[in-house]
């Protein structure tokens, strides 16, 4: 397969004649070759938007609704395949991918053409930024750009999609949606290559926004590149998940359900665990339980599969997960299972736990983004939020327990979002943590004060 840019509705190889390849996470076979982007395409597609915007912008919001739809529609009709080929080049599920990605992407293009119809307030004018930039991570990379086209697309502006190296096939399946629904040429652009595309745009002073989604480093080199325009921008970072398991948790029945918000996506997804806290009385038991369930699973070899044990998106991750165990040890943590890369094809790297570390150590603040979990056994429930709290980073978390037990610690916890008994359920849920989670204007709306610039009347 190869993966071409998109701009001006044509499909082209970048202008440099460059490319790389994307391997599978399953296997390390080539699914890809891809066109590596620098900035002469960049300047390209500016152009292509520029001039798309002139004639976009003039379009009523309800016929920019109706292509919405028509994207969503496209999306629809070739789910199942969609699922499968995000999910090959993203090491997922296709059952995971398809809730909580494909289908959460046409949810989310229907409700923000559905908001179209709702009427603004008398005084309130929106009109639209201009070009905006979007920049996403790989994972679940379908819904991470399309929560964030649909309303950039309904307020009146053009846009230009940096999808991640990690999974370009994101770019391939937007270009033919938008293809699909006969959206006029330069409206959306989309280009492939490294982070340096990313802060090509960000520096760009024909973009007027940016809206971006990835490891909090990344977010804050974005923002770095654009802060001398003081552009508009909208940074959804790194997270440190703890799931917390109340007294009275039937843990042993739940496991699966309790170790899935790890395991699949191998705490790489934004929404993964990496951190569970349990009573000291029922720690001993628990890890116990862990151990046995990590040392039997077996790994998901195929998309069409039902394991939970998914592969990491590149090798370079198994590297960077045995710094991190390395780093935990030196820190006098525990291996209780794992610690070690299969030697079959595919990046594989078996889930580890790991215990005994301070909540104060580098391990228990920072991001891992890999098949690290820290289980810290604490003596009462208000202890698991305290150190719950400590961490730096706050996206969201996960809470196990009786149901009238689940409000108070939910509340406490310093994150934008608390899964109770569950986690991810195909919701079409916009998460912008909080601390150092995310950085800028969260709003998402289309009329709202980041996709447009709103002027506001005031009668005489």
């Not at 397969?1 to 970048?14: G, K, Q, T």
Request: aromatic letters at 6%; proline letters at 5%.
């Amino acid at each position: 397969m190869e993966i071409l840019n998109y701009i001006h509705s044509e499909f082209a190889p970048a202008l440099n004649a460059t490319s790389f390849t994307k391997l599978s996470p399953f296997d390390g076979s080539l699914l890809a070759q891809v066109s590596n982007s620098d900035a002469m395409d960049v300047i390209k597609a500016i152009q292509a938007a520029k001039k798309a915007q002139i004639a976009w912008k003039e379009l009523a919001a309800p016929e920019r609704a109706n292509y919405l739809l028509k994207i969503a529609e496209h999306l629809e009709q070739k789910a199942s395949e969609i699922a499968y080929q995000e999910a090959l080049h993203q090491g997922l599920a296709q059952s995971f991918s398809r809730s909580n990605n494909v289908d959460v992407a046409v949810k989310n293009l229907r409700l923000v053409a559905a908001e179209v119809l709702d009427p603004l307030p008398k005084n309130v004018l929106p009109s639209p930024v201009g070009v905006v930039g979007i920049i996403t991570s790989w994972c679940l990379s379908l819904r991470l750009v399309t929560e964030r086209l649909a309303p950039a697309l309904a307020a009146g502006n053009t846009v230009i999609i940096k999808v991640s190296e990690h999974s370009p096939i994101t770019a391939k399946v937007l270009a033919d949606a938008i293809n699909a629904a006969n959206l006029p040429p330069g409206i959306v652009n989309i280009l492939n290559g490294t982070s340096d595309v990313g802060h090509i745009l960000a520096s760009h002073p024909g973009i007027r926004a940016i809206s971006a989604a990835g490891k909090t480093s990344t977010m804050e080199a974005i923002a770095k590149a654009s802060v001398s325009q003081l552009k508009k921008l909208q940074l959804s970072g790194s997270a440190k998940n703890a799931c917390l398991i109340l007294g009275d948790t039937d843990y042993k029945n739940l496991l699966p359900q309790i170790l899935y918000p790890f395991l699949m996506g191998q705490s790489q997804l934004c929404w993964n665990i990496s951190r569970v806290f349990v009573l000291e009385n029922q720690a001993k038991d628990f890890t116990a339980l862990v151990k046995n369930y990590f040392e039997t699973l077996q790994p998901l070899k195929d998309p069409r599969g039902q394991e939970m044990w998914t592969p990491l998106i590149s090798s370079a991750a198994s590297e960077s997960i045995d710094e991190k165990i390395q780093s935990g040890r030196q820190e006098h943590g525990k291996i209780l299972v794992g610690a070690q890369k299969e030697t079959s094809s595919g990046n594989f790297y078996r889930p580890t736990v790991m215990l005994d570390l301070s909540n104060c150590s580098v391990l228990q603040q920072d991001e891992l983004a890999g098949p690290l979990l820290l289980i810290t056994p604490v003596k009462y429930q208000h202890e698991m939020l305290k150190w719950a709290n400590t961490a730096y980073l706050g996206h969201s978390a996960v809470v196990w327990g009786p149901e009238e037990k689940l409000m108070k610690p939910a509340a406490s916890l310093e994150c934008a979002h608390v899964f109770l008994n569950g986690w991810l359920d195909a919701e079409p849920l916009t998460i912008f943590g909080h601390k150092q989670s995310s950085f800028g204007n969260p709003d998402m709306s289309w009329a709202g004060s980041f996709y447009s610039d709103v002027k506001k009347l005031t009668a005489l």
